[in-house]
Structure formats: C-alpha cells, structure tokens
C-alpha cells in the first residue's frame, strides 16, 4: 500500500467514525430528556381505582414517585389534585349510581397538574374525609365517610326552640329535619292561621308571609288550589274560611281549642258548623287546619291515607318527597316539622311511614300531615328555614301559613361579624388564616354558649364550632391556587361572607413538555396549539344542573357548578399539509424562510413543526399570568409568547432539524432546554 492509499484509508475511517458518532448523537438526542438546567421528569400515574362499601367511598391513585397534591372541598365537589404529574388518560373504574358519588372528572388543567373531581350528592365537610400516602409502591388514599347526623339546637325565644337534624346517607340521600317546640298554653304565645295576601283566593309565599305578620316562626299549610284557594278545612277565630272537600271524604285536620288546647280529628263544614267523623260538633274549636292524613294517634303509627283518598285511589301522596306535619306530646306542647330534601322536595324527602316514626321517635304521641312535596316551607323572622342546602331560596306560594307569635324578644343568631386573621395570603398550600365569628341576636347580645356555627370554604379544616360569649372560631389553609376564597359562616337563619386573596409568588421555574414532531417537506408556519377538548364524562356520570361557582379568579382555573366544563387531554398534532400558510400566531420573529436565487429555485428545506407546551410557576407550582416567554434555537428567537392566566403556553414552531435543543426564556429565571426529536 502506497503512503498516499494510507492516507486515504485513514480518512475514509475517520469519516465513517465521526458518522458513527453523529449518528450515535443524533439518535439518543431524539429521546425526550432533560439536562442539568431542566426540571426532574413529570411523576407518572399508573393507575386510578374506586371501590364503594356502605358508608364509605375509597378513591385509590397510583404513582411512580412520592405524589405532590392537595385535596379540598367545596360544596358538593370534593377536589384531588397532583402536582407536577405527566398527563394521565386513564379513567377509574365506575361506581354505583344510587352511591353518594353522583359523577366524576378526571383532567389534566394545566401542564404538570392532574385533577380528579367527585361531586357528591350532598357536601362532604372536611371531617368526613381522609387522606393517607402510602410507599411501595407510591399510592394516595381518600377515603370518604359518607353517612352522618349533625344535630343543632336554637333558643328562637324563651318560649320556642327550634331543633335541626341533617342525615345523610341514612333514611334518604339527604334529610333536613326541622322541628319547632313550644308549649301552646304559654301566655306569651300565641298561634293564628294567615291567608296569603289575606285573601281566600290568593297565594303567598311562607317567608312573605311571616315577615308580614312579624311571626316568629311560621309553616305551609293544608293543601290549596294552585290558582287561589284553600282546599280543605280552615277555622279562624271560631269562624269557617274554607269548607272541607266535598268530593272527599272527611280528612284529617289539627285544632285549637279556646283552652289552648290541641285536638286531632277528621272534620267536616256543615252549616256553619265544624263536625267530626261520626257527626258530632266539634267542640269549643277556635283554630283549625285541615290537611291529611293522621299520622299518630294516642302514641301509635296510624295512617289513614287511604281512608282519606289520599293513597293510590285519590290524589296520590305515597311517594317519598318533603312534608310537614304538626304533632303534640303527652304533656301537650306542640311541635311544628318538617323533612326535607338536598336540592327539592318535590322528589327528595322520605314516606308518609318515616315521618310518623320520626315524629314518634321524637316524643309526639298525635299528628296530622299538611301539605307537601314542592310547598314544604319553614320560616323564622321571614327567612328560610326548610329548605336543602342545594334547592336554592325559591318558594311555592301558598293559600295559608301556620303562624307562631311570642311577645318576648327574640334570642336565636341574627347577625354574624367575621374577622378574618388574613385578608390575603400566599397560595403556598401552608399558610394557615384563623377565622372568627362573632355572633349576636337581633337586639345585638351574644347568643347563648353552645350556639352551632358552621364554617364553610375551600381548604376549610374545621367546618363546626359552638359559641363562648357569642364567638366562635375555625381554621382554612391556603389552597395553591390562586384565586379569590369564599369564606361563608352559618348559624340558624343568619349567614355572614367574607374573601380570602389567595395570590401567586414570584416566577420560580419554567416547565415545558414536547408532544410531537410532523417532518414537513418546505418551510412553513404554523398556528398555535388549540384549546383543549373537554374529555368524555366516565360512564358513571350523570346529566347534572349547572349551578353558581362561589370560586372567583380573572380566569378560573376550575369551574365547580359544571364538571363537565373541565380542560381535557391535548389532542394529538396530525400529519400536516405541507402547502400550509400563514402568520404564526404569537410569534414575534421565525426562521428564514427558503428563497430562491438567480441560479435557479432552490430545493426545499425539510423542516419539524414541534407541538410543546410551557409554564411559568412560582415555587408552589401556581401558574403566573401574562408573563413573557420566548423560544430560541441555535441561536434565533423562534417565537415569542404571554402566559395566559395559569401561566401557560399551548404553541408550535417549526425547526429546520431532526431533533435539537429548544430553549426557553423568561426574564430572571433559569432558561429550560426542551429537547425534541421524531
């Protein structure tokens, strides 16, 4: 071999082993990775599982590291979300429909982030639930307790005292038990039927009507005409308004006697006078009601609904829905009451049956059901008390009300003072805001101690609490997610709200995520990414009405009225036309575009259009808005972007190579280096 074929063996080697090189190179650098200035790979979930027992529901997520999250609730949604975790498509399995879970969705909102929301059929406090981390493998538990009662007590004034009970998952879903005690002999009570609009032929609602009258308490009460007009039995004053029901037999109705005295009996108007079932005179009645059909009489369940016509034979009031009823003791003191549903009383309640044995349970030894379902109503002062957290303020006017009047001042909770140990904070996920509420009655004294005060909001950590000197207190953390908290404080009737700023750090990192790259055959430009699509809802889910979202931000990063409104999956980049055209949108300044010389056209450049995503967060991983973020490769500025409200950019560009190293910029913080490739 000549010294001239040496040297170019040797060069033909040294060729081929840089090409090895390059090519070596090339291949690990179309793996998607990052180097020592880029954040750790996104934690991957591995699996979402649900199972359902009596009682309790336990939500199951898997993880490949230690899981980063935050859980909290907010009327009947209850929140799961992970922190920096790669996009998960998987859907845990379904639960049972008539379960406490009404629906779910499972979304990925931002880059980085995974959320699960569960919507109940009724709220879930922040007792009720529990949350465990398990190691190897990495696991998160929440467990849910959904059955419970909680039992309040007010002193409406010395005379009148108002007792609440709320069951959940028991009898129903959902029961609000309402019940007024009194005793009716008492010289300052006093009791009165009123007439909507004080007329016979017009219909009122219950709370317009006590607010009127300057009653205490007052209940809907016998069955009417929806037009106008009482149908059945009422005595006012000794005098008949309205007659019984002709058409049917004789039904049941409550009584006053001008003893003060209660009496239960089925009655009937006939010529002036009130008689019983076997045509006797009613004696000495001042007061009465009709309605139907008895429920309890000397101590025992007794329903007479289909002696009344009230059963499947007449107009049918069998099914389970809200109720009202008045009952008296073996001592003679009388209790007004009522059952109602989470969101109506039309189809939420319980039976006929349950509602005698919960007014036996009670103490009642006689009682008479009044109407119900959608006209089941409870007033104290002219405001709500009857109604489900979920079924709003509406009320069906009515033909008459039962009225309470006490001649003594009124002692219950009518004014609530919040102070807030913070008006903002950071959303740092620990900052702790100590919320106290000052309660007082309507002539401003402290409530009685022991008064039950109910705490409402996002992160809230204790939702119960009892007065000492009119106060009483509880503890939210800062969500991290910024946003403006509702804060919202109950007891009886009077409710007080206050915010809580909830407000981002300063810009930490950037993070960002490549999902494809299309080859193209020229240089073009492309859009930015779309929005995302809702994902579908999991076959579990159920039509559901949209109600108010009390989480308020410039752009909320989580509607809670409407699961199915949540952000979705990004959807895959498809192969894309190279005869596109146009304006990138967002982008500032691109790459040359091929140009033709006067030797001729110049081939086409082969180019990459990179779908990727990048975010700007503080150290708590809350997205920061209207930021500026820029793109750059080998050396040009490729696109330059604004982070929306949770500090994001959805976008594309397009890059002359195979695979190469994409950075990205935002003023004062460490460039990331996305690498992409095919």
């Not at 990925?108 to 981390?133: C, H, K, S, T």
């Not at 300052?188 to 609602?205: R, V």
């Not at 999956?569 to 006067?598: I, M, R, V, W, Y």
């Not at 820029?630 to 949770?646: H, N």
Request: hydrophobic fraction near 35%.
């Amino acid at each position: 071999m000549t010294a001239k074929q040496h040297r170019f063996t040797m060069a033909a080697l040294c060729i081929f082993l840089a090409a090895v090189v390059l090519g070596a190179q090339s291949s690990l650098s179309a793996i998607p990775q990052h180097d020592s200035s880029s954040e750790e790979p996104f934690n991957s979930i591995l699996a979402l599982r649900s199972s359902e027992s009596k009682g309790k529901v336990r939500l199951v997520i898997e993880t490949a590291n230690a899981p980063d999250y935050q859980v909290y609730q907010q009327n009947e949604h209850l929140v799961i979300e992970l922190f920096h975790t790669a996009d998960c498509k998987l859907q845990p399995n379904s639960l049972s429909k008539s379960g406490f879970v009404r629906d779910w969705q499972v979304s990925n909102p931002a880059l980085g982030m995974f959320r699960w929301d569960i919507r109940g059929r009724y709220a879930l406090p922040a007792e009720q639930y529990r949350v465990d981390v398990l190691e190897n493998p990495h696991r998160l538990f929440v467990d849910l307790y959904t059955q419970w009662t909680e039992d309040e007590h007010y002193q409406l004034s010395p005379g009148v005292s108002w007792h609440r009970r709320q069951y959940y998952g028991q009898m129903s879903p959902y029961l609000l038990w309402n019940q007024v005690v009194f005793d009716p002999k008492d010289e300052h009570i006093t009791l009165d039927i009123a007439l909507g609009l004080d007329s016979t032929s017009k219909c009122e609602a219950v709370t317009s009507i006590v607010a009127r009258k300057k009653a205490l308490v007052g209940i809907n009460g016998g069955y009417f005409n929806m037009s106008g007009g009482a149908l059945g039995l009422v005595v006012r004053e000794g005098k008949i308004i309205s007659p019984h029901v002709s058409r049917r037999p004789p039904r049941s109705a409550f009584a006053m006697t001008s003893d003060k005295k209660a009496a239960f009996a089925r009655a009937k108007a006939v010529k002036g006078q009130v008689l019983t079932l076997d045509n006797k005179v009613w004696p000495d009645v001042v007061l009465a009601l009709g309605g139907g059909p008895r429920l309890l009489a000397n101590g025992s369940v007794q329903l007479t609904t289909d002696e009344e016509e009230l059963g499947p034979k007449g107009n049918d009031i069998t099914r389970s829905c809200g109720r009202t009823a008045v009952s008296a003791d073996a001592k003679g003191r009388l209790a007004f009451s009522t059952a109602s549903g989470y969101s109506d009383s039309h189809s939420q309640g319980i039976t006929l049956n349950q509602m005698a044995h919960l007014l036996q349970r009670s103490g009642a030894v006689d009682a008479v059901n009044l109407d119900g379902g959608g006209s089941v109503d409870m007033s104290i002062q002219g405001k709500l008390a009857a109604h489900g957290p979920g079924a709003g303020t509406y009320e069906r006017p009515v033909a008459n009300a039962l009225l309470i009047f006490d001649d003594r001042p009124a002692t219950h909770p009518a004014k609530i003072d919040i102070k807030l140990e913070h008006e903002t904070m950071l959303a740092d996920g620990k900052k702790h805001c100590r919320i106290k509420a000052l309660v007082s009655d309507e002539a401003g004294h402290p409530v009685a101690d022991g008064t039950t005060v109910f705490f409402s909001a996002p992160g809230i950590e204790n939702t119960r609490s009892l007065t000492v000197n009119g106060q009483a207190q509880a503890q939210c953390v800062a969500l991290r997610l910024p946003l403006s908290l509702p804060v919202c404080v109950k007891s009886g009737t009077a409710q007080a709200k206050a915010v809580i700023q909830l407000k981002t750090g300063e810009p930490e990192h950037i993070l960002a995520r490549w999902y494809k790259t299309v080859k193209t055959g020229t240089s073009i430009t492309m859009p930015s990414l779309p929005d995302e699509p809702a994902p579908p809802s999991p076959s579990n889910s159920e039509p559901s009405p949209s109600s108010s979202s009390p989480l308020t931000a410039p752009t909320p990063m989580f509607d809670f009225g409407t699961a199915s409104e949540i952000s979705g999956q990004p959807e895959e980049a498809e192969e894309l036309e190279t005869s596109l055209e146009g304006p990138q949108n967002g982008a500032k300044e691109g790459l040359d575009e091929p140009s033709s010389s006067s030797g001729g056209i110049r081939p086409p450049q082969q180019m990459h259009v990179i779908d990727f995503r990048a975010r700007v967060i503080d150290k708590w991983y809350n997205g920061i808005p209207d930021q500026t973020l820029e793109a750059w490769y080998a050396g040009k500025l490729v696109g330059s972007y604004t982070t929306d409200q949770q500090g994001e950019v959805r976008a594309t560009v397009q890059i002359p190579d195979m695979c190469g190293n994409l950075e990205l910029r935002c003023a004062g913080l460490e460039p990331f280096k996305l690498y992409f490739g095919d």
